[in-house]
């Protein structure tokens, strides 16, 4: 829910949409197509500074918000160092024969930052810029209206599961439910099971309420 806060409050957010749009898109085609390490990385730091300093995003969150393709990128690109390439054995781990070869270790450190790269230029558009406004862009290039429609739900359904889910992880918390490696386990098993029953639940009502208002198969959309 910060996120969408921050897209409304921002001091980009009068700034045009479209623009926006197509400079986080651009920047993203550019980090894949030149595909090298530094440039990935002055996009990395030039979005950030956009954020932090013209934006105002809160630092808090973009370190919380970096530190997920940060974690992911890191652990899939470890994983690429020390399972994939034919060249050169640049380092012997001693462990089960596995070893870090020379292109694999560039490709890890490319496909890191170039990774990173691309998740701060979405990162940019999301964070300034209303999803209503995003989703119009993407009508204006003739994206099939079945596929906004369906982002747009998600998005909606998103926040509806947060909610559900600190709503009943604080119930288990306050019976104890995490006291413990086998309880935790437990607790989260539970948690996971409701959810998936509670998302069942919540997409029926959605289909009411959607019928009652007149749903005839497209969503009207939000044009600024």
Do not use: W
Not at 12 to 38: C, D, E, G, H, Q
Not at 40 to 47: E, P, Y
Not at 108 to 118: E, K, P, S, V
Not at 157 to 184: E, H, P, W
């Amino acid at each position: 829910m910060e996120i969408d806060y921050i897209a409304h409050t921002n001091e980009l957010r009068n700034v045009n949409s479209t623009f926006k749009f197509i400079f986080a898109i651009f920047l993203m085609v550019f980090a894949l197509i030149v595909n090298l390490p530094i440039v990935s990385l002055i996009i990395t730091f030039f979005i950030a500074f956009l954020l932090l300093f013209v934006a105002r995003v809160p630092f808090r969150f973009y370190i919380k918000f970096i530190s997920i393709p940060f974690g992911f990128s890191l652990i899939t690109c470890i994983f690429l160092a020390f399972f994939f390439g034919t060249g050169p054995i640049i380092f012997h781990t001693g462990i089960f024969g596995i070893v870090v070869r020379e292109d694999a270790l560039t490709l890890a450190i490319t496909t890191f930052f170039r990774t990173l790269a691309c998740f701060s230029a979405l990162g940019f558009l999301s964070s300034t810029t209303p999803i209503s406004e995003i989703l119009n862009d993407l009508k204006k290039i003739k994206v099939p209206k079945i596929f906004i429609e369906i982002a747009l739900l998600m998005y909606n359904i998103i926040f509806v599961f947060l909610d559900q889910i600190k709503i009943m992880t604080n119930a288990q918390k306050t019976r104890m439910g995490y006291n413990g490696i086998k309880n935790s386990y437990r607790s989260l098993g539970l948690l996971i099971t409701n959810l998936f029953f509670k998302s069942l639940e919540k997409s029926e009502h959605l289909q009411h309420a959607l019928d009652s208002r007149g749903y005839n198969g497209e969503l009207p959309k939000y044009n600024p």
